[in-house]
């Protein structure tokens, strides 16, 4: 499998075509795999937004103040107004906020972004990464898209790329029926493929000024595999989302 970056993207602006963008600039093959981060999807849809935007209710004041006592640094309340215009649940209001955005994804601040931003001060997500990623795919010569973005993990340090949107593509490879070398049937094992594909393309973008927000991923092999759609778990098997609806920043 060999992965590379679309060379000489420019600086995204609101209704430009991603596709034409990297189907100018790279010899795709229908086999490749397009990997591209959410924040040019983002700046492409009109997703820039300025905090005036968001005029702050009673409860984002509340919120910006608290976080605001904890960190020692002021806190803006249109931020935490837009955090949860965004959010469908507010998993966790302290020390910072962890929510589930619209499209299921849960992640600090709804993943609104507030770098690389030259139009405006705040970046939304897309509002549904998967339709995003099916006009992509419509308009280059391939069968698979990706939308990847950054984010954290519980119980590790550092961010990893992530799979948000997918097109052409299960999101999972599911080994569940197969055996393992000893000719054991594997029970439980479902691959996030699509998450794989995006952290290994977020090794070649890069971060900060010197990314590039598309990768091609060529040669990669399905298999004969069964497939699944399920990325994000259901609230009633979701354990860790269970306990932090019972829990309670004290510090």
Do not use: Y
Request: charged fraction near 30%; charge should be negative; aromatic fraction near 6%.
């Amino acid at each position: 499998m060999e992965l590379f970056a679309v060379p000489d993207l420019p600086e995204i602006r609101e209704g430009d075509d991603l596709a034409a963008m990297v189907r100018d600039r790279v010899d795709l093959r229908a086999d490749d795999v397009v990997c591209v981060a959410s924040t040019v999807v983002s700046k492409a849809e009109g997703r820039t937004f300025d905090l005036g935007d968001f005029p702050a209710g009673p409860r984002a004041r509340e919120i910006a103040a608290r976080l605001g006592a904890i960190s020692g640094e002021e806190k803006d309340p249109r931020f935490a107004q837009a955090v949860l215009e965004e959010s469908t649940e507010l998993l966790m209001e302290a020390p910072f906020l962890l929510t589930e955005t619209r499209f299921g994804h849960v992640g600090v601040n709804a993943g609104i972004d507030r770098s690389n931003v030259p139009d405006g001060d705040l970046l939304l997500l897309p509002e549904r990464p998967s339709e995003s990623a099916e006009r992509i795919r419509e308009g280059l010569p391939v069968d698979r898209v990706v939308v990847t973005d950054t984010c954290g993990r519980p119980f590790r340090h550092g961010q990893r790329g992530v799979a948000i949107g997918w097109a052409g593509m299960h999101a999972s490879r599911d080994w569940r029926g197969e055996t393992d070398r000893d000719g054991r049937e594997l029970g439980v094992t479902v691959e996030s493929v699509v998450d794989e594909l995006a952290a290994a393309s977020n090794l070649v973008a890069g971060e900060g000024d010197g990314g590039t927000p598309a990768v091609v991923v060529r040669d990669f092999e399905w298999g004969e595999h069964g497939g699944s759609d399920e990325l994000f778990r259901d609230v009633g098997g979701d354990f860790v989302r269970q306990a932090l609806r019972g829990w309670e920043f004290d510090g």
